[in-house]
């Protein structure tokens, strides 16, 4: 199977929602899809679980005063779901020039200078989905928090839930950034990157922590 027939075949089985499908295709031994592909799908999981506190919310009398702000986080929500969604795929497209790169020649000076050529343009686009994921899931915590504090007491658990799988999914794409920004010749470049994606992770795995912390407290008693 090419790696672009898997890419599409990957994407269908999550709209089809054959999902042991597709863990089988990420358990196998071809590159995509990987970590990054599963990051995204626990992003994603994570935004639904906050859209379904908002379905849970709406229409109800004792959270009229929050109806407006609720089907606003919801629709965002949803967005952000089919955004990181989409993802799975551009992560698995951002890595196919990479790993043909990886097999070019490099036996003479020039095509050693050619491949660092390649390779490095190609390291560019391994980074474009994962950074965007790792954007999206902070957004998707922000938006968990709101959920949780405004939502139905009987869906907050899963506000909590939403915030911890997009944490994950944040931690988890910030090590497809690194990978690729550790091999960048151009240092100005990869520091750049480097530097949004640990600022990303200082802010807001602490902010998911917040967010669980509250919940748990919340069903805790405590």
């Known amino acids: 199977m090419t790696k672009d027939v ?11 929602k054959q999902i ?19 990051a995204a799908l626990a992003g994603a999981a994570g935004a639904a679980l906050g859209a379904m506190v908002g379905a849970l919310t709406t229409g109800k009398k004792k959270y009229i005063d929050v109806e407006e702000d609720i ?22 497209e951002g890595f196919q020039p990479l790993s043909e790169a990886y097999g070019l020649p490099s036996e003479t000076e020039a095509e050693r200078e050619e491949k660092a050529r390649i390779m490095e343009s190609a390291l560019r ?11 999206c899931c902070c957004r998707v915590i922000d ?9 139905s007491r ?11 799988l997009a944490k994950s999914a944040l931690q988890a794409a910030s090590l497809n950034v690194f990978i690729n920004t550790r091999m960048m010749k151009d240092r100005a470049f990869a520091r750049n990157l480097e530097e949004e994606a640990e600022g990303l992770l200082k802010e807001y795995t602490v902010q998911a922590d917040e967010v669980y912390g509250m919940v748990y407290k919340n069903l805790r008693n405590i």
């Open 71 to 92: 089907q606003a986080l919801m629709k965002e929500a949803l967005e952000l779901k089919d955004r990181l969604l989409a993802l799975i795929d551009e992560d698995a």
């Open 125 to 135: 686009k391994a980074c474009k989905a994962p950074i965007e994921m790792m954007r």
């Open 6 to 16: 898997k890419t599409e075949k990957c994407a269908a089985l999550i709209r089809e």
């Open 154 to 164: 009987l869906a907050v658990s899963d506000a909590g839930c939403g915030a911890i």
């Open 20 to 38: 042991t499908e597709f863990m089988a295709e990420l358990g196998s031994k071809a590159p995509v899809p990987g970590g990054g592909g599963a």
């Open 143 to 151: 938006l968990c928090g709101e959920f949780a504090a405004k939502g």
